[in-house]
């Protein structure tokens, strides 16, 4: 079973990152850390005649390395309760790889997968963060991904995620 | 009541542009189309010795704008169940005004705002866009923004929201 | 298109009943008042060796008129954050009909149905009431039922439903 | 620090009393089962020139309990995605107690009060029970109750629940 993380922290050695590393430590599965990634916004050309126009940047090998994994652990700080801006823009460019005629597989590559979210809020994350929850659990539907759940953290200042005993343990058994 | 729209589509003239006319026309209010500027994703260095960097684009130009209004419209198509990746980044980066030293008037500013939401998108939006309208009335919450309501619209291809009469209809009372 | 309409108010002639009215006129459809009917608590006798004993009221009754009917309303004031103590009486004895040997063809027969939710209530409900929208979409979704749409009012006092407009508005174009 | 179960299994035994035993174990605290309570559903007669009527049941003796405690634990078996009948009875009253001329402390006790919720569903209920959480957290809002956390457990078929390793270990760090 190989684990993938996707790291959608802007900050190093964060609260969101220490969470998921009781779940998957870092000498455990790929870590790949979007904020030294350059992945551009998407600019819906769905409905342009020509389609999307070719974009240079670190996408498409996020792609790769996603689908040659079994489990993906999408690991994010709430910011402004949903996911980071990393993330999102990550995601996004999901709309364009499934235009895209060199990946006609990845719907059905991604149905095979297993997913799993750690989350860290500030502001009463255990209730402010359902709705993120429910977005992934959306965004796996859409895939037909397995969504095997998730852990939501407390804290804010550096370090503070030390204290949310019962999200460590969470985390620790996140994933079976 | 001076209205300001700001516009997440990444798109010109598509579905979620032409319902949130419905509610702001395009002679009234200001209408900002986020995809027309440079904003940068955040780096969060709240914690960091020396605070945020000082970033070189159009994010402070859209805050001194956004609160010489009274009325804030956000009006984002929905990608992956929640908001563009454009406005998740324009909003990411209000944790940045919060520890500028020149906007220390920026959340009792927005205090006095009243916020409305419009968005579309196109797998069954009114249940899957609801997260997604929970988020924005905790951002309202935080600001302590009055949230004066929503309108979802269905459409993905170009001019289908001319068929979600009852989302246009809405649109058209949402703010009184 | 035979309308079957549940109310789940417990006050003659609220505001929960008028809204409803809006879509489904009193001449139209057939209107079932839950509180003039007696219904008894489910006890979860599922795993019971004898299963589900016979309980006499009037549950069968509803659940015959419901089936024969095309599109289902379920009207509900909103107490609590929810739905009302009568409407979820009602609904939680669905389980006892799941393990009956006569309702063998229940489950079936649901999934032909074309559901709609109308809900008041005094605080916030365009917000506060979405957790409850989402539990009818999940109980649409296990009976494979289409969730046709739904409206929130937002009333109190007797006679207040009469200012939301929009509201009443949705409510006469709820059903297509 | 007393605390007070309100238990709203239909069955004796069951996975959610189970779960709930972890977190308060059977000699510690006061546990009460709403099944063995006479508790009326509540008829809205808030705008009655009379007011409510005066009802013989139990649940002036369970308000009573409830007020003398200073943590409150609601244990429900998810039916159909939300409370169990009896609790949603239970807590439907409240408005009844609210308007109840002896009871006029009722808001100001209660907002001393810390809130801790268990419930155990079997369709996918780290999910579907989320809205369930929202609303017992706005209940919470309601009354200025604190809203300590909550456990989800999976099960459906007695005894299930001991498969849910992750809920018993957070069942038994619930409450510190």
């Not at 000498?27 to 240079?56: C, M, S, W």
């Not at 990393?86 to 991604?110: A, C, G, V």
């Amino acid at each position: 079973m190989k684990i993938i993380v996707f790291h959608g922290s802007t900050r190093v050695n964060g609260n969101t990152e220490y969470l998921t590393y009781q779940a998957v430590p870092k000498e455990k599965g790929t870590h790949i850390y979007l904020r030294d990634y350059n992945v551009r916004p998407i600019i819906d050309q769905r409905h342009d005649e020509t389609g999307f126009a070719v974009i240079k940047d670190d996408l498409k090998g996020l792609i790769d390395q996603m689908l040659s994994h079994d489990v993906i652990v999408f690991s994010t700080p709430i910011y402004w309760y949903s996911m980071s801006g990393p993330m999102k823009i990550f995601i996004d460019r999901w709309s364009q790889i499934l235009r895209d005629s060199s990946y006609t597989h990845f719907r059905e590559e991604l149905s095979k997968k297993k997913v799993y979210l750690v989350a860290v809020g500030g502001d009463t994350p255990t209730i402010k963060g359902l709705p993120l929850v429910q977005q992934f659990n959306y965004i796996c539907q859409f895939y037909n991904m397995a969504f095997g759940g998730y852990v939501i953290g407390k804290a804010s200042k550096p370090g503070e995620i030390m204290n949310d005993k019962a999200a460590l343990k969470q985390a620790a058994m996140l994933i079976r």
